[in-house]
């Protein structure tokens, strides 16, 4: 999956940062999904911020790198504990970047 964001464009179906577009095959990973319910004391120990949890149970997708992510990488995790690495390159003047999905990682724990 490749997605291109692009500055100055909104999208009215969701908030979106001044700066980025949402393109279609991105837009079913930024809508967000029904509430869950998370051992919210497990992952804390784990690791997790209070703000990671609460956006993982209002049923959106958190986005973020860990010690041995590779450099212009991010993780992608989603509300069911899927995950996958993303490749960010920047484009042109660092106004837009483009994201690439590379592969699935293992599932987090829930």
Known sequence: MV???????????????PH???TPNMASL???????????AM?????YGA???DTLEAGVAITYSEDDTPALHTIREFPDGA?????VTWL??????????IKR?????R
């Open 51 to 53: 703000a990671a949890l």
């Open 20 to 22: 980025v577009t949402v």
């Open 30 to 40: 930024a809508t967000p999904g029904a509430p869950i319910r998370l051992n919210r």
């Open 83 to 87: 995950r996958y690495l993303q490749h």
């Open 105 to 109: 990682l293992p599932d987090a724990a």
């Open 92 to 101: 042109g003047d660092r106004r837009a970047w483009k994201v690439e999905t």
């Open 43 to 47: 992952l804390s120990k784990l690791g």
């Open 3 to 17: 997605a291109l964001l692009k500055p100055q464009q909104r999208q009215d179906r969701f908030p979106v940062l």
